[in-house]
């Protein structure tokens, strides 16, 4: 968590303004054939409606490359993103629904902005310079990523397109004890690929009221595109030599544990499903991996964290943030319940997600850094990633 000082990078660019049109429920092929293309790489359509009536937007943004970022304005979730595999092939590699109104109760977040806390707070309370703030309670006795949070909200975008890529900023206005967390927080998320085929996520938010913030991206991920089944044989490379162990609950308790002789050690390249099932309490608790780590950092700007390769496909996703951890959680609670994209059934572990933050818990853990935001401060945190093959 840093206060920062500067000019937005939506004010450096060309602002394109979004069209606003309207539409009844609509499927992502609907969207893109309906779609106002206002350039070869930059595309606006209009999208369905939430729950309660208002339209969406579908944006679609594309580099030189051929790849492609799909995105909505409802809970700024991510649709899919299509990049090439070792022969050219381009390929789908994010799960999710066709539709808008599949989202609507999206349990999973497929895709989805993350506010205004990433991850779990133990008990779903909190304690901020002596007051005590209660928050809803949908993780167990937990509070999960804020509640009916950021996910479910519409964000207002404006795209635009310069010389440093394609793009929109979305803005969200959270009001003061929304979902019981105090001030009114306004939030600012740029979406951004450019042409070395990174997609760069900027959040920023300022708040009227002391705070907690903790802000991530929650796409799940297979890079073996739309055939693959589960992840089990992509290598993954975690840059951190500890781990934020969790009880029963799935809440940290607080010990920075080292990585070392455990299957939580992703310092070299490891396939995902080579230790998961190993006799192991940590792993018994979450069912495989659903763990915070402590990414190794030298610095307050962007930091290596992970990478991934898929071994038959080639593809590789690599992650830079200025996040101090990262979540790294191995799809297990996909049950096969689920239909997503083209009548696809998930299946466990048929998806993994790589989510930067701040560490779990941490508004009632001192020792861990600080997720607090006051009057006069600029949240700020941005991730990297980028799209290539072996």
């Known amino acids: 968590m840093r206060a920062t000082r500067g000019v937005s990078l939506s004010a450096l660019l060309i602002t394109l303004p979004l069209l606003a049109a309207a539409c009844g429920g609509g499927t992502s092929s609907e969207a893109t054939q309906n779609s106002m293309e206002t350039s070869p790489r930059l595309t606006s359509a209009p999208f369905g409606r939430t729950p309660d009536g208002r339209s969406i937007d579908l944006i679609t943004l594309r580099n030189n490359k051929k790849t492609e970022v799909r995105f909505m304005t409802y809970g700024g979730i991510i649709l899919s993103i299509k990049t090439a595999d070792k022969d050219g092939t381009l390929d789908d590699i994010t799960l999710g629904y066709d539709t808008s109104d599949a989202y609507a109760n999206n349990s ?6 993350i506010g205004r806390y990433a991850n779990r707070i133990a008990n779903a309370s909190f304690t901020l310079d002596g007051q005590k703030y209660t928050l809803p309670a949908n993780n167990g006795v937990n509070s999960l990523h804020g509640g ?16 440093s890529g394609v793009g929109a900023v979305l803005t969200l206005t959270s009001p003061d004890g929304d979902q019981g967390y105090p001030g009114e927080v306004k939030a600012t998320v740029t979406y951004l690929l450019n042409d070395d085929n990174e997609f760069k996520v900027t959040y920023e938010a300022t708040t009227s009221k002391p705070t907690v913030i903790n802000l991530t991206q929650h796409t799940y ?3 073996a595109g739309t055939k693959a089944n589960d992840i089990l044989g992509h290598q993954l490379m975690i840059n ?3 781990y934020t162990p969790v009880d029963d609950t799935l809440i940290p308790t607080g010990v920075l544990a080292p990585v070392d002789g455990t299957p939580f050690d992703f310092r070299t390249p490891t396939a995902i499903g080579a230790r998961i099932n190993e006799p192991n309490e940590q792993l018994t608790r979450g069912k495989g991996y ?9 610095g307050n700007g962007l930091e290596h964290a992970a990478h991934v390769i898929e071994p038959v496909t080639g593809r590789r996703l690599d992650i830079t943030t200025t996040e101090p951890g990262i979540q790294f959680y191995s799809g297990n609670f996909l049950d ?8 696809k059934v998930y299946i466990q572990r048929g998806g993994f997600c790589l989510e930067t933050q701040h560490f779990p818990d941490s508004p009632n853990q001192p020792s861990f850094p600080s997720t607090t935001l006051r009057p006069g401060e600029t949240y700020h ?6 799209f290539g093959v072996k």
């Open 108 to 113: 999973t977040y497929f895709g989805a902005l």
């Open 290 to 298: 659903d763990h915070n780590w402590v990414l190794n950092r030298t």
């Open 336 to 343: 096969g319940t689920i239909t997503g994209k083209g009548g």
């Open 381 to 386: 945190s941005e991730t990297v990633f980028k």
């Open 148 to 163: 009916k949070g950021w996910d479910q909200a519409l964000w207002t975008a404006d795209a635009f397109q310069g010389a």
């Open 240 to 242: 951190a030599d500890r």
């Open 221 to 223: 991920f297979n890079l």
